[in-house]
């Protein structure tokens, strides 16, 4: 069974950063991709960034491209995400989740995964 452990949110004034990481169990880290999500209140979960199994692929949602960047580090079996020039629209509790697909690119649906931490709750105030 694998365990996604978040950590790294908290509350920030609008314009500031995080880095948000997701731990994971087991030794099969390094194959899969892995990816983020996020939910606000009342709205569905939605797709952030995704990171393949080698790392050399990444993608990003559009609201968030270019401010925020995905990473992994393998041997530590962590991903993560910077978040810069966060916006009040940023707030949302953000999830890591691990890629189905046996070295898979990381796809933008929910579906695609098949683990999920218990999420970090992220506050940006305007």
């Known amino acids: 069974q694998v365990q996604l452990v978040e950590s790294g949110g908290g509350w920030v004034q609008a314009g500031g950063s995080l880095r948000l990481s997701c731990v994971a169990s087991g030794r099969t880290f390094s194959n899969y991709a892995m990816g983020w999500f996020r939910q606000a209140p009342r709205k569905e979960r939605e797709f952030v960034a995704a990171?393949?199994?080698?790392?050399?692929?990444?993608s990003y949602a559009d609201s968030v491209k270019g401010r925020f960047t995905i990473s992994r580090d393998n041997a530590k079996n962590t991903v993560y995400l910077q978040m810069n020039s966060l916006k009040p629209e940023d707030t949302a509790v953000y999830y890591c989740a691990r890629d189905r697909t046996f070295q898979g690119v990381g796809l933008t649906t929910t579906i695609q995964y098949a683990y999920w931490g218990q999420g970090t709750q992220v506050t940006v105030s305007s």
């Open positions: 990171i393949s199994w080698s790392g050399r692929i990444t």
